[in-house]
């Protein structure tokens, strides 16, 4: 059965939906570039919300740093072949930069030291180490230093975040903090943080759980909730809940299913659109891609064919393994949409080490995308493959960012870099990105 | 005379005075309301006061509903002109057919003083109004034909009516096509209306008869003219009065016509008397089985088209509505526009239990309701009605408006009473230990399944994200999905990957999914949870659910 597929023509495709997905896209729209992005839930709906940079290096050595940009200098000087060292130091200024304005003028604001790495909670009562955290989450950081006496709410049905646990854990570095357990309004059996965060995006809902906190007060100088403020009116919830208890509240991220990398995913479907991206979100890109002169032909759809697009050049930050932009089988691991050259050990059974904490992590995770200095994929031999086709995101290869704690950074510097290269082939002049 | 004059100025003054009085009522300003009315509107809202008062506004909407459903049967009209046309026919030929010619004695003479039937426009009237029965009858033949529907919802009480109605109109024809014919029934009306005997005048009239009147009578033999013109006026002085030309019979003399050339015979055996009996007879059994056959719908529908005008069942006082139920099952005509108007129809191809079709189930339903429904029955009428989805159609569609989207839940509370619940609750009794039922539910078809819950490559991709459960729109809808749905989405699938699917069967999850595909749309790792929920589903069913074959060998 033939289907009639309506043609799009663009300037920039961007495949992905994740962090670098949608920073690429936000750049792209910022510099007025034609673009069309595809992608379908993936890994974003997962994130804690938190935009890590460096956080750690050397990771055998667990080397903690507390200025990020001294460790990505040391990290640079170490591992060229790192994706940060081919955008280098002033580009990833530049590009987390523009991202955190563009998420403080949007309804979802964060904050950040410029020159040092903040703390944030876990649900397991660690402590974590990143660059920028929701304005909700950004109490603790400060208070780490003076350690108030805390109330911790946790509620019964939520599973995964205890306010005991946490208190137990944290107890050395922070005696003073209590716990109390309440129902929450309007919600029995198990509960989920997403039904519960949008159930607080209600008056009501606001007002009856400040009345239920109320009381456990005492002399506590701040409350910890779980990251259930709301999910599109973030800031409305906490602001209006601090004024109702007349103390700061912060957040603490929580397991999944959680709501902080939904309240990013939503910020961007929300805002793109309106800069002039054309979003085809829940769609994927269909086999098989084919070139024409010099543009990309590919069909994007989800079942089924919806959209055929021809795009003069394409950003791939598909993801990697569960955002399957790399797929792994018994043999190798392949890049699913292109099948381009993935920089892999030579065996399988070279991937992993026998222990899973291993301290310097598992080969395969620094398996991926090989880019030259247009960030631009290669083959063995270090040739670029498609002139017009771009990579970024935890596609790349040379980087193991869940031990590193370089995700978002990774993600958005990349991104940025991607766009820049991919402007000097559209033959746009660089213009000063408008916020 | 003068007394009779002051009377009369009196009484105009009083006229005139309160006329003066009353205008006033129009004209006077008291209180804010009437600044800047003009008193033509008031005058106009009084009188719809007025009316108000003597009449309850709801008087004109019942009166409306009158008019158009049951006079004008305009509800129909608008689903269909051709059956309202054939309906219409039929309906009014045969209501018009009893009121002015079987109780012609009673309800002639009310209008007309020197009424006769066989005088015009009587005796056209007549003859129409059978031609339209007739064609209403074989229109409606014809559409039967043509639609498959009708083909599976015959009963013979319907039939023995409709033939007993074809014997009434065609003997009626036949009747009076003898009638016509009749040489004795001259002698006996000659001998009846004559004042004399004059052999010359009989035998005019007799030509006359013969010749204009379609009689068959032996011309006598070599006539004069004169005996022509004094025919007429022989006819004129006795028969016209009451014997209109027989040609306006425009179905009889055609017939008489073609009856002629044995009328001789028909009269020697007196055939008019013969038919007159069979149509009386006959006329008196259809009435006497009218109520044992859905014609008493004729009662009930317009009863029952009353009654919705003043609301839903469920807005009826509670000891009134088993009443109403009781009047809507009788209005039913079998019809079935329900059943082709069906949302789950189409599930009779593959599950052969009739009673999925609206029409069918409300044929059980009376049964039902009067306690004449064995068990095997009561069975496959749970079936059925729980395969029903509610959706309302057929309520909309019925064409005597029946509320059957009431009565389908009020008889499904009935069935669970009576110990025949829904097959999906029969479907969480089964353990993985039990025996599967016989493989004859589904004849003819292949088995509707993709295989999925049985291929592992469905489930090992499930990371248990949750993703599936907070887009599904069935949970959002819970404040407590374990209390209401026993298990949420991902859970199912967990079962999946546990090879545990039989504990799936009956969860109330699986069967309250509404198929909206978000899990599926939405997984991260692409597993097709809303495929896998149908796979359960039909294999919940397959197990489950009974066929007539399995009922009728006597599993359970």
Request: hydrophobic fraction near 45%.
């Amino acid at each position: 059965m033939t289907t009639v597929c309506p043609e799009i023509e663009c300037d920039l495709l961007v495949i992905g939906t994740g962090m670098a997905g949608m920073a690429t896209a936000l750049f792209a729209a910022q510099r007025g570039i034609d673009t069309v992005q595809v992608g379908m839930t993936g890994e974003l709906n997962f994130a804690s919300g938190l935009l890590d940079l460096l956080g750690m290096h050397p990771v055998a050595k667990a080397q903690i740093w507390s200025d990020p940009w001294d460790g990505i200098a040391q990290l640079i000087h170490d591992q060229p072949d790192h994706p940060y060292a081919r955008i280098g130091v002033d580009t990833i200024r530049e590009a987390m930069q523009a991202f955190i304005n563009f998420l403080n003028s949007s309804t979802l604001p964060y904050r950040c030291h410029p020159h040092q790495n903040a703390q944030v909670i876990t649900p397991v009562g660690t402590l974590k180490t990143t660059y920028a955290r929701p304005e909700s989450m950004a109490w603790i950081d400060r208070a780490l230093i003076d350690r108030p006496p805390c109330l911790l709410v946790d509620f019964p049905g939520l599973k995964g975040f205890s306010a005991r646990q946490i208190k137990a854990v944290l107890h050395d570095r922070w005696p003073d903090l209590r716990t109390a357990r309440l129902p929450f309004p309007g919600l029995t059996g198990e509960l989920q943080t997403e039904r519960m965060a949008r159930r607080l995006e209600t008056p009501t809902a606001r007002a009856q759980l400040a009345n239920a906190i109320r009381p456990q007060l005492g002399d506590a100088r701040a409350v910890g909730l779980p990251a259930i403020l709301g999910i599109a009116r973030t800031q409305q919830v906490f602001t209006e809940l601090q004024q109702a208890l007349d103390v700061p509240v912060f957040e603490i991220p929580t397991m999944l299913p959680a709501v902080t990398g939904l309240r990013l995913r939503e910020c961007f479907e929300r805002q793109l659109p309106q800069m002039g991206v054309r979003a085809r979100y829940q769609q994927k890109i269909l086999p098989t891609p084919s070139l024409a002169s010099d543009c990309f032909i590919l069909q994007a759809g989800g079942e089924t064919p919806e959209a055929q697009v021809r795009a003069r050049a394409i950003v791939l930050a598909s993801g990697r393994f569960f955002g399957q932009g790399l797929h792994a089988d018994r043999h190798a691991i392949r890049e699913t949409i292109f099948d381009l050259p993935v920089h892999q050990p030579a065996d399988r059974s070279q991937w992993h080490r026998k222990e899973l904490f291993h301290d310097e992590g598992h080969p395969i995770h620094q398996a991926g995308l090989r880019i030259d200095a247009h960030f631009r994929p290669v083959d063995a031999q270090g040739r670029c493959v498609y002139p017009n086709l771009f990579a970024a995101g935890s596609i790349l290869a040379h980087q193991d960012w869940i031990r590193q704690k370089c995700g978002s950074g990774l993600a958005i510097a990349s991104a940025y870099a991607a766009v820049q290269a991919c402007q000097a082939v559209l033959g746009q002049p660089p213009q000063a990105a408008t916020a | 005379m003068l007394t009779s004059n002051v009377a009369t100025i009196a009484l105009g003054i009083c006229l005139a005075g309160t006329a003066w009085r009353i205008s006033r009522w129009f004209l006077s300003d008291i209180g804010p309301e009437s600044d800047g009315l003009s008193t033509g509107r008031r005058l106009a809202a009084a009188g719809r006061a007025l009316l108000g008062a003597l009449i309850h506004p709801r008087f004109w909407q019942r009166s409306k509903i009158f008019l158009w459903e049951i006079v004008l049967q305009g509800h129909l009209l608008q689903q269909d002109r051709l059956r309202w046309a054939m309906h219409m026919a039929m309906c009014y030929g045969v209501l018009l057919l009893v009121l002015l010619h079987a109780l012609d004695d009673w309800t002639a003479p009310v209008f007309f003083a020197d009424y006769y039937p066989t005088l015009n426009p009587f005796r056209w009237l007549r003859n129409f109004f059978a031609f339209l029965v007739l064609a209403g009858v074989l229109g409606t033949a014809i559409r039967h034909r043509r639609h498959i529907r009708f083909k599976r919802i015959r009963s013979n009480a319907d039939r023995l009516i409709l033939l007993l109605l074809a014997v009434i109109i065609v003997s009626g024809i036949v009747l009076e096509s003898a009638q016509i014919l009749s040489a004795s029934v001259f002698e006996e009306m000659v001998e009846d209306y004559m004042g004399d005997d004059d052999p010359d005048e009989v035998a005019a009239l007799q030509h006359y008869w013969a010749t204009e009147m379609g009689a068959a009578l032996p011309v006598p033999a070599g006539e004069r003219t004169a005996d022509a013109a004094a025919g007429q006026t022989a006819h004129e002085a006795y028969c016209a009065a009451c014997h209109s030309r027989p040609q306006t019979a425009f179905l009889s003399y055609p017939i008489s016509r073609f009856l002629k050339p044995v009328a001789g015979m028909m009269d020697a055996l007196r055939i008019d008397n013969w038919l007159w009996t069979l149509h009386y007879l006959v006329s008196c059994l259809a009435l006497a089985c009218l109520p044992f056959s859905k014609f008493f719908h004729l009662l009930a529908t317009p009863l029952n088209l009353l009654a919705r005008a003043a609301g839903p069942v469920s807005d009826s006082p509670r000891a009134f509505r088993a009443s109403r139920r009781a009047l809507g099952l009788d209005a039913c005509t079998h019809c079935g526009v329900c059943t082709e108007h069906c949302s789950v129809a189409p599930f009779y191809r593959v599950i052969p239990n009739p009673a999925i079709l609206p029409s069918e189930k409300l044929s059980g339903v009376q049964r039902l309701a009067a306690a004449r429904a064995p068990a095997a029955e009561m069975a496959l009428l749970s079936d059925g009605s729980f395969t029903c989805t509610l959706c309302g159609r057929c309520t909309r569609w019925c064409p005597s408006g029946i509320d059957l989207q009431d009565l389908w839940q009020a008889s499904r509370r009935d069935l669970i009473q009576k110990g025949f619940p829904p097959f999906y609750e029969r479907a969480a009794a089964i353990t993985p230990s039990a025996t599967r039922a016989p493989e004859s539910t589904v004849s003819g078809h292949p088995p509707l399944s993709l295989g999925l819950t049985d291929r592992p490559e469905t489930f090992w991709a499930c990371v248990q994200c949750t993703t599936c459960t907070s887009v599904c729109p069935v949970v959002a809808a819970s404040d407590d999905p374990h209390r209401d749905l026993d298990l949420t989405p991902q859970q199912i699938m967990n079962l999946m990957r546990l090879q545990l699917k039989e504990q799936a069967f009956g969860c109330r999850m699986l069967w309250d999914c509404v198929t909206c595909y978000q899990c599926q749309e939405h997984c991260p790792q692409n597993v097709k949870v809303a495929d896998v929920l149908y796979e359960l589903r039909n294999e919940a069913c397959r197990r489950a659910i009974r066929s007539p074959q399995a009922i009728a060998a006597g599993s359970s």
